[in-house]
C-alpha cells in the first residue's frame, strides 16, 4: 500500500493567506497531497494547513487560497 500523503512546496508556505471559502485567515503551514479515500479507490486532493490566530490549524482546498492583502491584515 502507498503513503497516504505527501508534502507539495507552495510559494504562499510560511505566508499570510486566506481561504476565499470562509474568509478566514492565517499562516499557510503546509499543503498535502493527500489519499482521501476510506475504500480500496485512491482519491487524492491537495489540502492547505493553515493556522488561524488562535492557533488552531484548519484546512482548505489549495484551490482557495489567496495571499492575504495588507488592509485585510491590519484590520484584523
Known sequence: MSERYEYVP?????????????????ELMAVINENVSETGLECWVE??????????????????????SSATSRQK
Open 10 to 26: 507552495h510559494l504562499l508556505l510560511r505566508r499570510h493567506v486566506r481561504d476565499i471559502a470562509s474568509g478566514a485567515e492565517g
Open 47 to 68: 489540502l492547505a494547513y493553515i493556522r488561524g490566530a488562535s492557533g488552531r490549524e484548519f484546512t482548505t482546498s489549495v484551490a482557495n487560497i489567496v495571499l492575504a
